[in-house]
């Protein structure tokens, strides 16, 4: 992916959700699992005329996006998406949520049961710092990524980048593209390297599609 | 005033269709006639205009004052110049439901026979027994009326997105965008039982005489005011009721049973006692049974198969304190969208004021609403 690509998304934009704008192309019909207040499918419908639905937990956020004329229900992974129809969509997104969610395993398996392709992001909990404060402290890490303490975190399902590939493996995915980014979504050039980009990466944003 | 005598006629603006209206029971209703107000312009394209689909015991005033109650209309809050469905944008109509008692065709209007001779009486209970399908059609036939081939959307709470829901199942290319608004798709059993309630009420006033009571110039008021009474305690929250009346009492300080003793009772029959000075207890009795009867699953195998690609794009929205339309109903109805295919938006307002909430000053819902038909509008090439 050119750095070029990303120069005209819009400025206002999460920069992992820049990231993800470049990866699906014109006219895909897209869901957006965690929309938030639909920033990716607002950008994706005026530039790429893609046909964009969303799902967002927060209803606040749901209610700003709804107001913005988007497609979104208050909904969540675990709960909404048995209900649509295999094949509904080209790409289906799940942004930064799969370690919150309750079932991960099956969350995926419906993303690319009514998706063609699924892209996924989450923090990779591989990464030094937080080995290295586990190691040290011993004590559950606290980093620019992992801010919650663990008594209250919604990250209930925390994995690495190494975990994400066998998960893949074990269910039958082929990985189309993957990479590991910073915490401001800058990509990181360890993409030869999983074992690298485990450990250096904050977050990983991978597509797949069933094989 | 004698709280016993009809209330006075008014006349309405009404589109008289000389062909009728064939309903799902078989009868025929020939001529039909549909009041209705508009409000706004209809542009040259004719791609303007939005229907308001209106609940129960509400009526084609749905932004202007209502000269039978003298009170605004109903939806003032949320239609109007520059409010969320913006009468400087849009043409906005609302018409009075078929059955009901605000100058459509109902059983307040003079029946006639099949070929439309007046009968010289009320239809009353002889009003043939209709449905939500039909209080449809007949505003489908409206529109025709109109020369309008697709509206812009159409949008309703309560029984409104009832209707809301059935002209897009029955009129999909009718229907651009649809909002059914704190409603659901069938009529639940607790519902009806409610309902049984309010019309066991009114069927049990001496007043009533089967039906004939439009013979002697008198109307079933207490038991009509039983109705209403029952119906309205469905429409708030117990927070709500808890939140405006509490336990106060009344002012009685001995103990009794003979007065009212708490306010909330002296609130509930002033409802009652209002409502039958501008609704018509056979009316009341055949727009209940139409709701009773709603049930999309049944009517085309299941909710998704209503909607089977529809080119419909839809807002639902609930309350979370209506326990009359729950939103765990709205959400079964999103899931069924999205099943089928559609482009649905859905959120719960969070709000104590129960059912009522969505005719009263809801921002969040407000907002929603206008952005909803705002991209609607954009997208419809508006």
Same mark, same amino acid.
């Given at each position: 992916?050119?750095?070029?690509?990303?120069?005209?998304?819009?400025?206002?934009?999460?920069?992992?959700?820049?990231?993800?704008?470049?990866?699906?192309?014109?006219?895909?019909?897209?869901?957006?699992?965690?929309?938030?207040? &639909?920033?990716?499918?607002?950008?994706?419908?005026?530039?790429?005329?893609?046909?964009?639905?969303?799902?967002?937990?927060?209803?606040?956020?749901?209610?700003?996006? *709804?107001?913005?004329?988007?497609?979104?229900?208050? &909904?969540?992974?675990?709960?909404?998406?048995?209900?649509?129809?295999?094949?509904?969509?080209?790409? *289906? *997104?799940?942004?930064?949520?799969?370690?919150?969610?309750?079932?991960?395993?099956?969350?995926?398996?419906?993303?690319?049961?009514?998706?063609?392709?699924?892209? *996924?992001?989450?923090?990779?909990? &591989?990464?030094?710092?937080?080995?290295?404060?586990?190691?040290?402290?011993?004590?559950?890490?606290?980093?620019?990524?992992?801010?919650?303490?663990?008594?209250?975190?919604?990250?209930?399902?925390?994995?690495?980048?190494?975990?994400?590939?066998?998960?893949?493996?074990?269910?039958?995915?082929?990985?189309?593209?993957?990479?590991?980014?910073?915490?401001? &979504?800058?990509?990181?050039?360890?993409?030869?390297?999983?074992?690298?980009?485990?450990?250096?990466?904050?977050?990983?944003?991978?597509?797949?599609?069933?094989? | 005033?004698?709280?016993?005598?009809? #209330?006075?006629?008014?006349?309405?603006?009404?589109?008289?269709?000389?062909?009728?209206?064939? /309903?799902?029971?078989?009868?025929?209703?020939?001529? /039909?006639?549909?009041?209705?107000?508009? !409000?706004?312009?209809?542009?040259?394209?004719?791609?303007?205009?939005?229907?308001?689909?209106?609940? /129960?015991? =509400?009526?084609?005033?749905?932004?202007?004052?209502?000269?039978?109650?003298?009170?605004?209309?109903?939806?003032?809050?949320?239609?109007?110049?520059?409010?969320?469905?913006?009468?400087?944008? #849009?043409?906005?109509?609302?018409?009075?439901?078929?059955?009901?008692?605000?100058?459509?065709?109902?059983?307040?209007?003079?029946?006639?026979?099949?070929?439309?001779?007046?009968? =010289?009486?009320?239809?009353?209970?002889?009003?043939?027994?209709?449905?939500?399908?039909?209080?449809?059609?007949?505003?489908?036939?409206?529109?025709?009326?109109?020369?309008?081939?697709?509206?812009?959307?159409?949008?309703?709470?309560?029984?409104?997105?009832?209707?809301?829901?059935?002209?897009?199942?029955?009129?999909?290319?009718?229907?651009?965008?649809?909002?059914?608004?704190?409603?659901?798709?069938?009529?639940?059993?607790?519902?009806?039982?409610?309902?049984?309630?309010?019309?066991?009420?009114?069927?049990?006033?001496?007043?009533?005489?089967?039906?004939?009571?439009?013979?002697?110039?008198?109307?079933?008021?207490?038991?009509?005011?039983?109705?209403?009474?029952?119906?309205?305690?469905?429409?708030?929250?117990?927070?709500?009721?808890?939140?405006? #009346?509490?336990?106060?009492?009344?002012?009685?300080?001995?103990?009794?049973?003979?007065?009212?003793?708490?306010?909330?009772? $002296? !609130?509930?029959?002033?409802?009652?006692?209002?409502?039958?000075?501008?609704?018509?207890?056979? $009316?009341?009795?055949?727009?209940?049974?139409?709701?009773?009867?709603?049930?999309?699953?049944?009517?085309?195998?299941?909710?998704?198969?209503?909607?089977?690609?529809?080119?419909?794009?839809?807002?639902?929205?609930?309350?979370?304190?209506?326990?009359?339309?729950?939103?765990?109903?709205?959400?079964?109805?999103?899931?069924?969208?999205?099943?089928?295919?559609?482009?649905?938006?859905?959120?719960?307002?969070?709000?104590?004021?129960?059912?009522?909430?969505?005719?009263?000053?809801?921002?969040?819902?407000?907002?929603?609403?206008?952005?909803?038909?705002? =991209?609607?509008?954009?997208?419809?090439?508006?």
């Amino acid at each position: 992916m050119p750095d070029d690509a990303i120069q005209y998304v819009a400025k206002n934009m999460r920069l992992d959700l820049r990231l993800i704008a470049e990866m699906i192309p014109q006219d895909a019909r897209m869901l957006d699992i965690g929309c938030g207040d &639909g920033a990716l499918m607002a950008h994706l419908a005026a530039e790429k005329r893609v046909d964009a639905r969303g799902i967002e937990i927060d209803m606040q956020a749901a209610t700003e996006a *709804v107001a913005q004329g988007l497609a979104v229900i208050h &909904g969540d992974a675990d709960n909404d998406l048995a209900f649509y129809p295999d094949g509904a969509f080209d790409y *289906v *997104v799940l942004s930064r949520t799969l370690q919150a969610v309750e079932r991960p395993r099956e969350v995926l398996r419906q993303m690319l049961r009514i998706g063609r392709h699924a892209i *996924v992001s989450f923090p990779n909990f &591989g990464h030094w710092e937080v080995r290295w404060k586990l190691l040290l402290g011993g004590r559950m890490p606290d980093t620019e990524t992992w801010t919650r303490p663990w008594y209250e975190t919604p990250n209930i399902h925390p994995c690495t980048i190494l975990d994400f590939f066998a998960l893949a493996e074990l269910e039958g995915y082929a990985i189309e593209r993957w990479l590991a980014v910073d915490e401001r &979504g800058l990509k990181a050039p360890w993409t030869r390297s999983v074992r690298l980009a485990n450990l250096f990466g904050q977050q990983a944003l991978f597509q797949l599609r069933r094989k | 005033m004698n709280a016993n005598a009809p #209330f006075p006629e008014v006349t309405h603006q009404r589109a008289l269709l000389p062909e009728g209206l064939t /309903l799902d029971c078989g009868a025929v209703i020939r001529p /039909l006639a549909v009041a209705y107000r508009s !409000y706004g312009t209809l542009n040259a394209a004719r791609s303007n205009a939005i229907m308001v689909c209106h609940a /129960l015991t =509400g009526d084609q005033y749905v932004a202007e004052r209502q000269p039978v109650t003298g009170k605004d209309g109903w939806w003032d809050a949320i239609i109007g110049p520059g409010k969320p469905v913006d009468t400087d944008r #849009f043409f906005v109509i609302c018409a009075n439901v078929l059955g009901g008692c605000m100058g459509s065709t109902g059983p307040r209007e003079e029946m006639t026979d099949e070929n439309g001779v007046p009968q =010289g009486r009320p239809w009353g209970t002889d009003f043939p027994v209709v449905t939500i399908r039909d209080m449809v059609r007949a505003q489908k036939k409206l529109t025709d009326h109109l020369g309008i081939t697709r509206l812009l959307a159409v949008i309703g709470g309560s029984m409104g997105g009832m209707q809301v829901l059935e002209w897009a199942a029955t009129f999909p290319e009718a229907v651009f965008a649809a909002a059914p608004i704190a409603c659901a798709s069938h009529h639940s059993a607790q519902n009806i039982a409610f309902h049984e309630v309010g019309r066991a009420a009114i069927h049990s006033d001496p007043d009533w005489k089967q039906g004939r009571y439009w013979e002697d110039g008198r109307i079933p008021a207490q038991g009509l005011s039983v109705a209403r009474m029952v119906a309205h305690i469905t429409y708030l929250s117990e927070a709500a009721l808890t939140r405006k #009346f509490g336990r106060r009492l009344q002012g009685a300080s001995a103990l009794t049973f003979l007065e009212d003793v708490f306010q909330v009772e $002296s !609130y509930l029959r002033h409802q009652g006692s209002t409502f039958v000075r501008r609704f018509d207890a056979n $009316s009341y009795l055949t727009i209940t049974r139409a709701m009773d009867y709603f049930d999309l699953a049944h009517e085309h195998g299941s909710v998704a198969a209503a909607f089977r690609n529809t080119p419909t794009r839809f807002f639902v929205a609930s309350f979370s304190s209506d326990w009359l339309f729950p939103t765990g109903e709205s959400r079964a109805l999103v899931r069924a969208l999205n099943t089928a295919a559609a482009r649905v938006s859905f959120i719960e307002v969070t709000t104590d004021k129960g059912h009522d909430a969505f005719l009263l000053d809801e921002p969040e819902f407000h907002r929603a609403l206008g952005g909803f038909l705002t =991209g609607a509008a954009r997208d419809a090439g508006l």
